[in-house]
Structures are given as structure tokens and as C-alpha cells.
């Protein structure tokens, strides 16, 4: 059994034997199930673009965000299809 403490701002540091044996990274999500006395973790992992596809519309603006939604575009393009990716900086209409 692996023990961790908490400190005193609340925060609780997951060993590294524990993160590595379940591939916990930076962003992943623990949630916290409560039963009586008990407290079972769960881990909730991150979700990639790629298992979204087709989830940007390519009608909406996301204004400030264009180049993020168009470097994701690419990216998933150039997985997904055999068409090389845009070049950084390009973007679909130009």
C-alpha cells in the first residue's frame, strides 16, 4: 500500500510508483468517490483532439483562437489522412 499526506494547503502528492503504474500525466483527473469511511480514486484521463473528430466546426470564428484551432486541424489532418499538414502559420483560407 502507497501512503501519501496531505498538506496544509489541501494538497495531496501522488507517489511516483502510483502515477507510473496507471499513466497518470499532467492534466489528468483523480475523482474522488466516497463510500462510508472509504475514499476510492478514480482516474478520469485526458482526452485528446484525436478522439474528437470533427468536433471544431469549420463555420465558427473562435475569435482570438483562430491559430490554435487551425494548428489542431492540421494536426489531425496529418494523422488522419495521407495530406502532409499545414506549415506553421498557414491557415485554410490562404
Do not use: C, W
Not at 16 to 30: A, F, I, N, T, W
Request: a positive charge.
Amino acid at each position: 500500500m502507497r501512503k501519501a499526506t496531505i498538506t496544509s494547503k489541501g494538497r495531496l502528492t501522488t507517489p511516483k510508483q502510483v502515477r507510473d503504474r496507471l499513466g497518470l500525466q499532467p492534466g489528468d483527473r483523480v475523482a474522488f468517490d466516497i463510500e462510508g469511511g472509504d475514499i476510492r480514486l478514480r482516474v478520469e484521463k485526458r482526452r485528446t483532439l484525436e478522439e474528437f473528430p470533427g468536433s471544431l466546426s469549420a463555420g465558427l470564428l473562435y475569435p482570438g483562437r483562430e491559430g490554435e484551432r487551425d494548428s489542431a486541424r492540421s494536426y489531425v489532418i496529418g494523422k488522419h489522412s495521407k495530406q502532409a499538414p499545414l506549415p506553421p502559420g498557414k491557415t485554410f483560407g490562404n
